[in-house]
């Protein structure tokens, strides 16, 4: 099973910073790595497929990059709205499917 | 647009088998073009897949869960269900139904809101 480890578990930033997340895979998965953020009380939602790929209506902010087993989200200048969990996830060995455990961007 | 939405009971008794089934509208469950799957997430906690089932009823679980899990489709009524015998509390999470593409995005593009299942007595 891969395991990824995404960090910080928790990272405080102000609107209108640049925020940088981190997910490692205990394994090499390629370009095979998805993003997701999730609000309170909402399902997950896809932001970035395949490390660099945006979903469809997600905002030109939002950008994946890596390779291999590092692999980091970014989001340009941070909006309101992105304050949430974000957690990446792996399809290039299943199964199992798997998860990070989740990094929280906090309003500072 | 497609909707998926969850249904089931929200409390569970310790040693029963939870159930859940996942109705989709907008869109056929008999396409190649998608895996159908179960996340779930216990509260406060992150985000574990369960399984997933093809339309044609192949199915694709968590090792972990294997043992425990049975997942099928219902082609005439497009939807599919979730069978999770010898419950505990630690099965206690909202449970999430998902499509997956096969083909770009690849990744769980589509999700119900989530239903919440208690495990107590």
């Known amino acids: 099973e891969i395991v990824l480890t995404q960090s910080p578990a928790t990272l405080s930033l102000s609107p209108g910073e640049r925020a940088t997340l981190s997910c490692r895979a205990s394994?090499?998965?390629?370009?095979?790595l998805a993003w997701y953020q999730q609000k309170p009380g909402q399902a997950p939602r896809l932001l970035i497929y395949?490390?660099?790929n945006r979903a469809t209506g997600i905002p030109a902010r939002f950008s994946g990059s890596g390779s291999g087993t590092d692999f980091t989200l970014t989001i340009s200048s941070l909006e309101p709205e992105d304050f949430a969990v974000y957690y990446c996830q792996q399809r290039s060995d299943w199964p199992p499917i798997t998860f990070g455990q989740g990094t929280r961007l906090e309003i500072k | 647009q497609l909707q998926l939405q969850e249904s089931g009971p929200g409390l569970v008794k310790p040693s029963e088998t939870l159930s859940l089934t996942c109705s989709v509208s907008g869109g056929s469950i008999s396409t190649s073009n998608y895996y159908w799957g179960w996340i779930r997430q216990p509260p406060g906690k992150g985000l574990e897949w369960i399984g997933s089932?093809?339309?044609?009823?192949?199915?694709y679980y968590n090792p972990s869960l294997k043992s425990r899990v049975t997942i099928s489709v219902d082609t005439s009524k497009n939807r599919f269900s979730l069978k999770l015998s010898s419950v505990t509390a630690a099965d206690t999470a909202v449970y999430y139904c998902?499509?997956?593409?096969?083909?770009?995005?690849?990744?769980?593009?589509?999700w119900g809101q989530g239903t919440l299942v208690t495990v107590s007595s």
């Open positions: 998902a499509r997956r593409r096969i083909g770009p995005p690849y990744y769980f593009d589509y």
């Open positions: 394994q090499s998965v390629s370009s095979y």
């Open positions: 395949d490390a660099s």
């Open positions: 089932i093809f339309y044609s009823g192949n199915t």
